[in-house]
């Protein structure tokens, strides 16, 4: 196979990572180094670039006293030159425990590995020597190291604890077991000079409740150094004189656990899966915190050049979730719901208190938005102690309307006993298509666009009458696209859903209608959530039922939804969101399907900005804002043209 440091490109800034436990044999290093080149054999096959085993895996971590024995440490280095050997062919990079004899004293390492060469040689830093430990008995630290090469299978090979491996855009380093433990471990000093992939050889054995603790520390580890973390622990074939071994490996990325081995599993295993490096180089970019930390803890580090495996990713391990803004889990989406709720009636009850308005005007249409604005409007006055009565809820019934979202806004105003308004808007566009000579047949963007300003200026001019506040209804999934009428529900005084994408909305009013009492109100929103998303700007069918479809004219609002996160969160190329999108979306569209609508969403992105460049105030409650004043500053007129043609 050939090696090559553009791999990464080809496959969108990922690399397969991989972490191994061989159940060893304790002192017998041959043995063990045949356990792992079987391991490393079945790792390559599954295409995997670099593979890290347990700390001193070679000899075995529980061998006590015999690391002071000239036959194991004389094996071991042995057994190590018979490894290098076995994979003279193989690309990938390997890691390695061992003990290493060095006239300054025994050191117990990490052994870096590729093609029958050593990369390098990272000893620990940090020896525990308390509770069941004793390491100090038989090792030094890299602290007292003085060398910066030795001489071990006949190769003059790096030393020391600030060494970093290469490959392009990549780089990583090595920790063993108790360096993560410390109060400042030296994968914090790699992080902070520019490596974004640790690896961890461990041998934590199994106490009750220190699983837990152990994987939240590799999560907060990866999130911290905004990095990748590998961490692999012995298992089954350790010594059980005094403490077992679970064979735990783990693969975390910013804080997320990608993959995760059973314990106990008394068997040679692995675990492997997708780093995304771009992915992680992006969060970093977007801080300068990290950049002034990196300055304050900059250390003298050798890089050394490395070449990746060629490995071709045809289709990713890793989860990639279909909606990033909706948890998966149920529980953690109930949370998150109570949350982002929060945040929105916080967000009005400021606003409302700052000008002190006693009144809001919330137009109801029946569909999702303008529901979930009502419900987070009704919550915020019940915050305040402000009557619901001084809430108008307005439904201005068009050309378009049908008789089931009219229903639902009105029944839903009432039994929220809010105060309600009819006022028919059909008369008044008339006389305005009268006005301005347009021809009523001719249902064109005017058609439309007059209905939605017509609707605007009545909640405005209420607003007045009523020294209250418009609450605006639009989503941050309409803002993306530019789906809202310019001057028309584009604007408000408050827009209590613009941090919401269309996908959460629906979540949101589901929560809602699991938590409150109410029967009736409980039907409606099951009843609004049921309906299709659409403006009503259009005459319905003959049947009553809704002919204009939003999802049918831009597009489904689940693709949309995953364009804007990956577009503005990360700022991926088109070629990397149209593959995550059909790894995520593969059973669902077709991947022609799914590139029409990723051109349409670039367009309409690109081509809407204006409308997001003079956006109402409203909350940020996620990782995306297209607010010109919070996350999002983007000319009106920037040109699309080199995301299509990249595409």
């Known amino acids: 196979m050939r ?18 436990v061989p159940k060893i044999t304790v002192a017998d290093p041959f043995y063990n180094s045949e356990k792992i080149f079987k391991l490393v054999k079945e790792a390559s096959e599954e295409g995997v670039q670099i593979l890290v085993f347990p700390e001193l895996c070679m000899t075995g971590y529980t061998c006590g006293d015999l690391f002071h024995q000239k036959m194991l440490l004389v094996s071991a280095e042995e057994a190590l030159c018979h490894l290098l050997e076995e994979t003279k062919e193989e690309d990938m990079i390997v890691m390695v425990g061992l003990p290493l004899s060095t006239q300054r004293g025994i050191y117990n390492v990490a052994a870096v590995l590729q093609q029958g060469k050593i990369l390098g040689i990272i000893p620990k830093t940090y020896l525990p020597n308390y509770h069941e430990f004793y390491e100090k008995r038989w090792f030094v630290s890299a602290v007292d190291r003085v060398e910066e090469e030795i001489t071990l299978c006949g190769q003059t090979v790096p030393f020391g604890t600030e060494i970093l491996f290469q490959a392009g855009e990549l780089i990583f380093g090595a920790e063993i077991c108790e360096d ?13 000079n520019g490596a974004n992939l640790i690896f961890n050889l461990s041998a934590s054995n199994e106490t009750v409740g220190k699983y837990q603790y ?44 990608l993959a995760e081995s059973e314990r106990f599993l008394g068997e ?80 009005l009850a400021k606003r409302l208190e700052h000008t002190k308005s006693k009144n809001a005007v919330v137009g109801i249409s029946g569909g999702l938005d303008s529901t979930l604005a009502l ?7 019940d915050l305040l102690n402000l009557p619901r009565e001084n809430i108008i809820g307005i439904t201005m019934p068009g050309f378009g309307t049908t008789d089931r979202t009219y229903q639902n806004a009105v029944k839903l105003i009432k039994r929220l006993k809010v105060s309600f308004r009819e006022i028919p808007i059909a008369n008044a566009v008339k006389q305005h298509f009268l006005d301005i000579g347009h021809d009523i047949g001719v249902k064109d963007v005017v058609y439309e666009n007059s209905q939605a300003r017509e609707r605007t200026q009545i909640l405005m001019d209420i607003a007045n009458q009523e020294k209250g506040l418009v ?9 993306a696209l530019g789906f809202a009428t310019y001057n028309g529900d584009h604007m408000s005084n408050y827009g209590v859903n613009a941090g ?25 929103l099951t009843d609004v959530l049921h309906t299709p998303v659409s403006p009503e700007l259009l005459p319905a069918k003959e049947d009553g039922e809704i002919d204009q479809k939003t999802e049918e004219i831009v597009g489904p609002y689940e693709l949309h939804d995953f364009f804007l996160y990956y577009t503005v969160r990360f700022g991926f190329m088109p070629k990397k969101i149209f593959y995550l999108a059909r790894e995520a979306f593969q059973e669902e569209y077709e991947p022609e399907y799914i590139y029409k609508w990723l051109r349409t969403f670039y367009y309409r992105f690109f081509s809407q900005q204006f409308k997001r460049s003079c ?23 920037a040109s699309v043209r080199p995301y299509l043609d990249e595409m």
């Open 3 to 20: 090696l090559k440091n553009d791999c990464l490109a080809k496959n969108f800034g990922f690399v397969k990572v991989g972490a191994a």
């Open 180 to 192: 993560l433990w410390a109060p400042m471990p030296p994968s914090m000093y790699h992080y902070l």
């Open 214 to 257: 152990r994987k939240d520390l590799i999560k907060q580890q990866s999130a911290r150094g905004e990095g990748a973390y590998v961490f692999v622990s012995a298992g089954s074939g350790e010594s059980t004189t005094d403490v077992v071994f679970s064979g735990h490996a783990l693969i975390a990325e910013n804080g997320i656990v």
């Open 268 to 347: 040679d295993h692995f675990i492997f899966t997708e780093v995304d490096v771009e992915r992680l180089i992006k969060d970093r970019n977007d801080k300068n915190i990290y950049a002034e930390s990196a300055g304050q803890y900059h250390k003298e580090y050798r890089k050394i050049e490395v070449a990746l495996k060629d490995t071709q990713i045809a289709s990713l391990t890793r989860a990639i979730d279909k909606m990033p803004f909706v948890p998966g889990d149920t529980a953690m989406r109930k949370e998150r719901c109570e949350e982002i709720f929060q945040i929105q009636v916080n967000g």
């Open 375 to 381: 419900l987070v409007t009704v919550k915020t006055f």
């Open 471 to 479: 609450i605006g209804t639009g989503d941050l999934s309409e803002l």
């Open 500 to 524: 919401v994408p269309k996908t959460l909305a629906r979540h949101l009013i589901g929560w809602v209608s699991e938590t409150i009492e109410n029967q009736e109100i409980r039907e409606i």
């Open 615 to 637: 956006l109402p105030d409203g909350p940020k409650v996620g990782s995306i804002n297209l607010s010109p004043r919070g996350d999002w500053r983007m000319p009106s007129d």
